[in-house]
């Protein structure tokens, strides 16, 4: 089991009802880029399939990219998170690996 320290603090992407895969895609890519790593924030069924097709276009995105050297995947590391009763929402650590 490889373990990774966390990057400095980030204020988190936030998934929402309209938020377009596509471009947390793109945002996240860009975080990871700019901090290492993207943290991601996301509640409910259809806004954690919203957070993950976003993950997999990032991936997708990364694989269509012709100038990579090495075949470095994106990673995602996901826990669950409260900030108080009745408040659990899942936080997803994406990051380069």
Known sequence: LMT???APEQKPLL????????QLAGAVLRRISQLGE???H???????MAALRATI??????DAQDQRENEERLLV?????????GR???RLRCFMG
Request: no cysteine.
């Open 88 to 90: 659990a929402y899942l």
């Open 4 to 6: 990774r320290p966390e």
């Open 15 to 22: 998934v929402g009802r309209t938020t377009n895969s596509g």
């Open 42 to 48: 996301v509640a409910g069924p259809e806004r954690t």
């Open 77 to 85: 590391s996901p826990s669950w998170q409260s900030d108080g009763p």
């Open 57 to 62: 276009t990032a991936q997708r995105m990364l």
């Open 38 to 40: 993207a943290i991601i």
